[in-house]
């Protein structure tokens, strides 16, 4: 055996062929587990945005106030206003998120109704000059006729 050899042992074809096979058998193990994690959330769906629409404070949540009568009323208000900006955000986000992902859709939108614009613009001129081009021809039957 050479001393300026690394390792004793030399790694025959069959060997790297079959430790591809175990990497790739452990990453398809792994991806197999991550999409059936994906397929039960996909079944729970509509539990889990129920889950996530109910409110957990329910009717009340105990929230500690300062001593003065005055102030803690004010602190109150503020909370309760929060809590119902906070309700509304969540029950409106599906929507908002669909907003958000349909800007680039929008700015194909209108470059497609600029270009059909334009194309009506165009036709409209072509009608315009093909109306007087008929006008014409009408007020002068003589030319018709020859």
């Known amino acids: 055996m050479d001393s300026w050899e690394l390792s004793p042992y030399s790694v025959t074809p069959a060997a790297k062929v079959l430790a591809r096979c175990v990497a790739s058998g452990q990453r398809f193990a792994s991806l197999e587990q991550f999409t059936s994690h994906l397929q039960e959330v996909l079944r729970e769906q509509t539990s889990l945005r129920q889950r996530l629409m109910k ?45 958000v992902q349909s800007i680039p859709v929008a700015d194909e939108s209108l470059h497609n109704l600029n270009n059909g614009m334009t194309q009506l613009l165009a036709q409209v001129t072509e009608v315009e000059i093909l109306t007087k ?14």
């Not at 081009?133 to 020859?146: A, C, D, I, R, Y």
């Open 55 to 99: 409110p957990l404070c329910q009717q009340s949540l105990y929230i500690q106030c300062y001593k003065r009568k005055s102030a803690s009323v004010i602190h109150h208000r503020y909370v309760v206003t929060l809590i119902s900006m906070v309700i509304e955000f969540i029950q409106t986000l599906e929507m908002k998120m669909k907003m």
């Open 133 to 146: 081009q008929v006008l014409q021809q009408s007020g002068n039957p003589k030319n018709m006729s020859s």
